[in-house]
Structures are given as C-alpha cells and as structure tokens.
C-alpha cells in the first residue's frame, strides 16, 4: 500500500464554539480529563517544540505535571538539550495527540524556570527509582555504551539504599506561561474543526480557524 493511500474519515464529534469555555486552561482540564476518563495511553504525554541558536527546531515528548491558570508544567535535567535552548530562546510550542479521540490541543508560550521550592516538593514525590534515574543520567549527553548508565545507576542505588535522596541542582522543572491554545476537532470530510483562544493582556479572544 503507498503512505498517499492510508487515510481515514474523522467522524466522531463536532464542535461549536457554543460548546467552549470561555477559559482556554478550563477547555483544556476538560477534554484532558476525558482522554484520562477514556483510558488512552499516556493522556499526558505531550511534544515540547523548541529551537537552537541556529532556528533549527527540535521535538520531543515528556509528560504534562501540572496545568492550571498559570500555565503548564514539566520537569527536566537541566543540562538537557531542550533546556539549553529554552536558555537561548524560551518561545516553546507543545502539542497534546488524542488521536482515538480525534483531538489535538497546540500550545505557544514562553517557558520559566519553576522555583526551588516547587522541584523540591514534585521530585521528593517520584517513585526512588525515578529520582535515581534523574542523577544518574546526564541528559543529551553522548554514552560510549548502556552499561555505563546501568553502573551508575546502581551505583546511586547502593549509596542512597536508605534515607533521603537530595535533590539535584541540575534537575527542575519549566513552566510553559500560554499565549495561544489551539483546540482541533477532526470533522468528515476533512472539515475539521480549530479554534484558537489568543491572549491579548490577559484577556482570552477566540477565532474559528479554517482546516
């Protein structure tokens, strides 16, 4: 079969902007829970778009922490290629794929560091392992082999078997502060429905966006 030839007819909901929220963070709690109340894998899974100092973009996928009116939230190494560059240039875009749903949300905005107080209190919340994990890797580094981060990995082990792992200072979190969320629902006949909630001080408008 050609790749021209997979397609299919997106058929499951519509939406009307009588169906909005007037709050584009409220829009987004909504379909967010209801891709979690639908059991689609890894419903927090989004790509985080960034650019180096050349413009060459690069995508990723991490997993959404938080999101509340303030913004949206996930956690990284701090050395890590995506952080460099939000340290370069914090414009970032992030993009939710509920395909089963036949639903994306696109998101722009510019990315701040969350405080310490904030990394403290989500990195002591992760599973030990997760936190190991968090030293033991450098991020984007070059590895001559997997056993090395399979050694240092349990080497953290052992040397934190008991008591409290300190937080690392090159491990934190970034919030996404939003300035247009793009809500896409598939719709027959390619007539997919968008509409874009701008921010304009503070103030949310809402424009119907062509497919």
Partial sequence: MELSDIRREYARDGLRR??????PIEQFNLWLQQAIDAKLTDPTA????TVDETGQPFQRIV????????????YTNLGSRKAQQIEVNSKVS????????ER?????????KLS???????????????QIAAIASK?????????????KFLELKKKFESGEIPVPSFWGGYRIKPESIEFWQGGERRLHDRFLFS????QWDIDRLAP
């Fill in 18 to 23: 009588r169906d909005l929220k007037a709050d």
């Fill in 46 to 49: 989004m790509t985080v778009a």
């Fill in 63 to 74: 997993l959404l922490k938080n999101a509340d009116k303030n913004g949206f939230v996930f």
């Fill in 94 to 101: 992030l993009h939710f794929p509920w395909h089963p749903m």
């Fill in 104 to 112: 994306q949300v696109h998101i722009t905005g510019i990315a701040e």
């Fill in 116 to 130: 310490t107080v904030e990394n403290m209190k989500y990195f002591t919340s992760r599973p030990k392992d997760s």
């Fill in 139 to 151: 991020q984007s580094s070059r590895l001559s082999a997997r056993g090395v981060l399979e050694g």
């Fill in 199 to 202: 921010n304009h001080d503070g």
